[in-house]
């Protein structure tokens, strides 16, 4: 069974950072892909950054890169999101998805199709 945990929010002051992490289990063959994404109260989910095992990349949501990087532990297998210069509409559940056979982009840009979810991790950031 694939199981997808994500951990590492918390209270955060405004330009402060934070590092989540996805711990992955369950997944049988090396070729799928992990995302991270999130949802503020009142507004749609939105994809933050995935990568893939399927084409060796990684993808991020406009508006992303450069503050939020994804990396991954292979080892440990962990999928990290830093997160940098936080500011107050940083404020969501980031959850952590992931599927087989699908790319960093496509599992990005069609995360509903994505089988596996955890529970997500709030992350507040306050001034």
């Known amino acids: 069974e694939v199981q997808l945990q994500a951990s590492g929010g918390g209270l955060v002051q405004v330009g402060g950072s934070l590092r989540l992490s996805c711990n992955i289990s369950?997944?049988?063959?090396?070729?799928?892909?992990i995302g991270w994404f999130r949802q503020a109260p009142g507004k749609e989910r939105e994809a933050v950054s995935c990568l893939s095992t399927t084409d060796a990349r990684t993808y991020y949501g406009d508006s992303f890169k450069g503050r939020f990087t994804i990396s991954s532990d292979s080892a440990k297998k962990v999928v990290y999101l830093q997160m940098n210069n936080l500011q107050p509409e940083d404020t969501a559940v980031y959850y952590c998805?992931?599927?087989?056979?699908?790319?960093?982009?496509?599992?990005?840009?069609?995360?509903?199709?994505?089988?596996?979810w955890g529970k997500g991790t709030l992350v507040t950031v306050s001034s």
């Open positions: 998805a992931g599927d087989y056979f699908v790319n960093a982009e496509y599992a990005c840009r069609e995360d509903k199709t994505l089988d596996y």
């Open positions: 369950g997944f049988t063959f090396d070729d799928y892909a």
